[in-house]
């Protein structure tokens, strides 16, 4: 059986294992970005919904899971953060060096995250979200800069 996660007419087919992960580790991504209570409530709701909303075959709409602003804007970060942890191997399964799982996952996060960042810049046309990989890039270019 698969799921979809969908935004308005653009939407994935991914299995439901994959959906489940997926937001297993979102989650633990977004456990680590909230600073808030309100950042901390999006966590506790979409953890609800996993726990005791979904069921196999279920589809995962954007709109529906993130209907504020806000919490467009907090995920965004946290799927594109989780993209980036993926990679660097620093979130997930790796057991005795599977990696097979990396790439779809890795792709799905960011198609997430890009998702929802275009539905917050159809608000706010210039957002981006401020993740772990710009912090990073703001801080080399950075180094550039005072080097010349």
Not at 23 to 30: D, F, H, M, R, S
Not at 43 to 59: K, M, Q
Request: proline share 3%; aromatic share 12%; hydrophobic share 35%.
């Amino acid at each position: 059986m698969s799921s979809d996660i969908s935004w308005r007419d653009q939407y994935v087919c991914v299995s439901n294992r994959q959906l489940f992960d997926l937001v297993e580790l979102a989650l633990q991504v977004g456990n680590d970005c909230a600073t808030s209570s309100t950042e901390r409530e999006f966590v506790d709701r979409l953890r609800h919904w996993l726990n005791d909303e979904s069921w196999p075959g279920i589809g995962f709409d954007l709109d529906e899971h993130f209907p504020t602003l806000d919490e467009k804007k907090f995920w965004s970060r946290c799927f594109y953060d989780l993209s980036r942890r993926i990679f660097r191997r620093e979130i997930g399964e790796n057991a005795n060096g599977n990696t097979v799982w990396q790439p779809s996952m890795i792709g799905d996060a960011y198609i997430v995250a890009r998702l929802l960042t275009r539905a917050v810049q159809e608000s706010e046309l210039a957002w981006h979200p401020e993740t772990e990989q710009s912090k990073e890039a703001s801080e080399i270019f950075a180094k550039i800069r005072t080097t010349f």
